[in-house]
Structures are given as structure tokens and as C-alpha cells.
């Protein structure tokens, strides 16, 4: 069975930068980062085939990076100029996808 484990979020402020990180388990699979902010859908943000190729929501091209390390089978995603809309749950999973369990999230909360 698939297990994701996120972490690395946190409290940052405007213009400031994070990276989150997600060890899989399970088998190496094409991933995303989603994100969840309160009252809002789940979106996807980000993703990366096995081969490295990646893309990316227009609310975050530009200022974030989604990479991986398939010998230690995590995933990151380097978030660069934060704004406080950016403030959401993250979560990883397949994608495309996503598997039907999910990790815990990291809470990412940005202030002005």
C-alpha cells in the first residue's frame, strides 16, 4: 500500500520561501503537491512525471518548484515569493491520480 508523509511547512510572511517534502512509499509514481485552504476544493499545483518533466498551475508558475529524488523516492516542492493566498493544507499524491489515501498535509500559512 502507497504511504506519503509530508512535512516542512510553517509560518512565513510575504516575499519569504518554504520547502515541503514528501517521502512515498510503495513504488515510484508521477506526483503532484495539492493544496486545500479552508472552504476551498482541493487544487493541484504542481506535478512531475518519473522522468523529471513538471507542471504547473498558473496561481504558482513562476515562484514554485516541484522536484524529486527517485533513489530516496521523495518529492519537494520549493515555494519561492509566498503570498498569503498560498496559505493551504499541502498534500502529495499520484498525479495523475491521486490515490484514494492521503498523508496528513503540511499546514502552510503565509501572513501579509
Known amino acids: 500500500q502507497v504511504q506519503l508523509v509530508e512535512s516542512g511547512g510553517g509560518l512565513a510572511q510575504a516575499g519569504e520561501s518554504l520547502r515541503l517534502s514528501c517521502a512515498v512509499s510503495?513504488?515510484?509514481?508521477?506526483m503532484g503537491w495539492y493544496r486545500q485552504a479552508p472552504g476551498k476544493q482541493r487544487e493541484l499545483v504542481a506535478t512531475i512525471s518519473r522522468g523529471g518533466t513538471t507542471n504547473y498551475a498558473d496561481s504558482v508558475k513562476g515562484r514554485f518548484t516541484i522536484s524529486r529524488d527517485n533513489a530516496k523516492n521523495t518529492v519537494h516542492l520549493q515555494m519561492n515569493s509566498l503570498k498569503p493566498d498560498d496559505t493551504a493544507v499541502y498534500y502529495c499524491?499520484?498525479?495523475?491520480?491521486?490515490?484514494?489515501?492521503w498523508g496528513q498535509g503540511t499546514q502552510v500559512t503565509v501572513s501579509s
Open positions: 499524491n499520484a498525479a495523475p491520480g491521486p490515490f484514494s489515501n
Open positions: 510503495g513504488g515510484i509514481f508521477s
